[in-house]
């Protein structure tokens, strides 16, 4: 048979060269034709022979079904991924998954027309188009649980970037819990005992990871924190809430640019820190209050998850997904000891 010497094949073509009807085309297509009564083995195999032959690729499912996959990946964003002020959590990211997209031989391709409501994409909406790459990282601080549940009920190949819940979703995430009790549990040895624990006031696993891993430090030691709800939009109420506890020596603080903030203060205030008041942050902090204060902070991997999580897609792709334990990967979450962390003052 011969192959298209140009132009769009149509399903129309393809069922007149198969010898079928354009509705078994679609079946084919759209279905697979796994468990399909109504078309034999032998049709459906015709069909997907004259789908190879001719090359068509009006469907980009219908290249996969015929063996042939288009090694596209594509990248899904809850939040857009380039404003400057979330750089530091998506670029390292993308620099770690554009990286293994290379190693793997496979192009990226960006998700961006999903509408935004409320600062995020919605991943299903009129015109939705992730069956265009083989499979989908999905990115977000946040991600939507019933999307997520959506994704694993139609069928989709996803890979979620930080640890999700959602049963089915594969993830590569990182030890966020082991690292925020590693860090606090550092200071707590130093022999801090009057201590604030400024928690982000938001969902997410991630959120969740690192207050229940201060939790477990803070449980081991015998230290009862003072736990103040505070993002960095509340850095004047979480000061007041600070000088209004009992002469804390240490602040837990789950958000950097408010731990940056917060040691500012403490400046103008007249204390020293580390000397009179420790801080340690739960996360990194951006480029700009990096140069500000140098924190004693974790500092989560994002390259790394962001290349794991494309080999992880990539063996799912290949059918050969690892085993039950490997689909939901966590990455050990290093501690920099930066200057904001001593011993508590004497008395």
């Not at 959590?89 to 999903?114: H, K, N, R, W």
Request: hydrophobic share 45%; aromatic share 4%.
């Amino acid at each position: 048979m011969a192959r298209s010497s140009g132009g769009r094949v149509t399903q129309r073509q393809i069922a007149e060269l198969a010898g079928v009807s354009q509705a078994t085309v679609s079946l084919v297509l759209n279905h697979g034709g796994a468990g399909e009564t109504r078309i034999p083995e032998e049709t459906r195999a015709r069909v997907l022979r004259v789908i190879e032959e001719t090359q068509y690729v009006a469907d980009p499912s219908a290249r996969r079904l015929a063996g042939m996959d288009n090694r596209i990946i594509g990248v899904f964003t809850y939040e857009p991924a380039f404003p400057s002020r979330i750089q530091e959590y998506y670029g390292p990211l993308l620099t770690g998954i554009e990286q293994a997209a290379e190693e793997v031989g496979c192009d990226l391709l960006m998700f961006t027309s999903a509408p935004v409501t409320d600062g995020r994409r919605k991943i299903f909406h009129e015109g939705s188009r992730l069956r265009l790459a083989d499979g989908v990282l999905l990115l977000g601080v946040e991600m939507d649980a019933g999307e997520l549940e959506r994704l694993v009920t139609g069928g989709f190949r996803v890979v979620a970037v930080g640890r999700r819940d959602t049963p089915g979703i594969p993830s590569v995430g990182v030890d966020y819990a082991g690292g925020a009790r590693r860090v606090v549990a550092q200071a707590l040895d130093l022999g801090h005992r009057r201590v604030v624990h400024l928690h982000l006031p938001r969902e997410g696993e991630s959120v969740r990871d690192r207050f229940a891993g201060a939790g477990q430090a803070f449980a081991a030691a015998g230290v009862d924190p003072v736990v103040v709800p505070a993002g960095p939009e509340d850095a004047e109420a979480a000061w007041a809430a600070v000088r209004a506890a009992d002469d804390p020596t240490l602040l837990v603080v789950e958000d950097a640019a408010l731990a940056t903030a917060l040691v500012l203060r403490a400046r103008d205030a007249g204390l020293r820190v580390p000397e009179d008041l420790s801080v340690v942050s739960l996360l990194p902090p951006a480029r700009a209050d990096a140069a500000l204060v140098d924190l004693t902070r974790l500092d989560p991997p994002r390259g790394e998850i962001g290349r794991q999580a494309v080999l992880l897609l990539a063996r799912i792709l290949h059918g050969d997904p690892p085993p039950e334990d490997g689909l939901r990967t966590l990455v050990e979450c290093p501690v920099v000891p930066g200057t904001t962390l001593a011993p508590p003052r004497a008395g």
